[in-house]
């Protein structure tokens, strides 16, 4: 929250920035960072030679129009940028107006970026690319303004700019002469649903959004992975997670042996299922946590436990009598506890059960670090 001190990751933990920049690429982000806005916490700080883009998330562009927020005599939000060794520094305010070209500029630099790096044969680079929409404040680019003819509105017209702007970024990978060379991976952070204010926002027949954790609808996102001729075209229903990309990018690229083994990572390595050399991702569970840092429900294949639950922003998390049981593959909006209805299906607690056990196990060797907190390492 506004004011509320240091935050972010530990300088100690490890990036995808920090690996691929170990393994001899050049690496670059652009856009939304989010994890840590003081020095030593900054994308400079942990893994990237340069960047530019900002620092917390695009609400800020938004705090300057309020007299009562000026007041306050805090900084004016910044757009920042940075290079590797040297402190970040403000290149330009970050309001309402440079909300509206935010992704024409991050485009422009990772275009720039890619033009770049790929006349350097000798060494490969890592992107990483964080558009600011369709992220509130919501703001329509004037080229984009009115020109989605199918359906219309706000939402749609910023869903063709992203649309626009990745597809600047694959164009500029294309013309660069290394499309077979490149793997590109998109994805989201989250799934709002449109409860923000979008106006359009839709998650299916997923229950929930972005503020009811730990349903289908706030987590739930698309992932898309592109590598020609060596991951082939498809669609699946295998699980992973957003914890993943590392493990499975240092996979694809031989540096595997680069992630670390004196912490626990949560990701798993799937590069051998994207390859074709596996049937399954290697992922069949996973652990939903609430911001409050505690578990709420875990997901075991198309089984879904939950221990904890809320309804939105303003209700509190409930804590039910006994835990509620979901099956995905006939139930997705999560509407009928099997527990309540058939006991027999107790047996499907076991697999959570596991989970947490072993979730339980890490935490008691390696305890969680708070956001924030100066730390340097376990002791063994």
């Known amino acids: 929250m506004p004011g509320e001190g240091k935050m972010g990751l530990a300088p100690w933990e490890y990036t995808i920035g920090e690996l691929f920049s170990d393994a001899g690429y050049a690496t670059a982000l652009y856009g939304k960072w989010h994890v ?3 020095p030593g916490r900054e994308p400079n700080d942990q893994g990237f030679d340069e960047w530019w883009g900002i620092l917390n998330t695009s609400d800020e562009a938004a705090y300057s129009q309020y007299p009562l927020w000026r007041a306050l005599g805090l900084p004016a939000p910044q757009i920042w940028e940075g290079r590797k060794g040297s402190p970040s520094k403000p290149a330009a305010p970050f309001d309402m107006q440079a909300k509206i070209f935010m992704d024409e500029n991050i485009a422009k630099h990772s275009v720039d970026y890619i033009k770049r790096e790929a006349k350097d044969k000798s060494k490969p680079f890592f992107l990483y690319v964080g558009l600011t929409q369709i992220h509130p404040p919501m703001v329509t680019h004037p080229d984009f303004a009115g020109k989605s003819m199918g359906r219309g509105g706000i939402y749609a017209d910023i869903i063709g700019e992203m649309d626009f702007r990745v597809g600047q970024i694959l164009d500029a990978i294309k013309d660069a002469g290394i499309e077979n060379d490149t793997i590109v991976v998109l994805s989201s952070d989250n799934a709002t649903g449109g409860v923000l204010g979008a106006g359009g926002g839709s998650n299916g027949p997923w229950h929930g959004n972005f503020f009811t954790p730990p349903f289908e609808g706030s987590y739930r996102v698309p992932g898309m992975i592109r590598w020609p001729g060596k991951i082939a075209p498809a669609v699946s229903n295998e699980m992973l997670a957003a914890e993943d990309w590392m ?3 240092a996979g694809l690229a031989g540096e595997a042996h680069r992630i670390p083994t004196d912490r626990p990572i949560d990701g798993i390595d799937a590069s051998a299922y994207m390859l074709g050399k596996s049937p399954k991702s290697g992922r069949d569970t996973y652990l939903f946590f609430s911001s409050d ?9 198309t089984v879904k436990v939950i221990f904890r639950y809320t309804e939105g922003i303003e209700k509190p998390i409930v804590k039910p009598y006994l835990p509620m049981l979901y099956d995905l593959s006939s139930d997705p909006g999560e509407n009928v506890n099997l527990w309540e209805y058939n006991m027999e299906t107790g047996w499907m607690f076991a697999p959570a059960l596991k989970a947490m056990g072993d979730y339980m196990k890490s935490v008691a060797k390696y305890p ?3 956001t924030g907190q100066d730390f340097d390492g376990y002791r063994q």
């Open 247 to 249: 493990p499975t990018l």
């Open 368 to 370: 969680n670090i708070k």
């Open 36 to 38: 840590g806005n003081t």
């Open 293 to 301: 840092g505690e578990l709420m429900s875990v997901k075991w294949n």
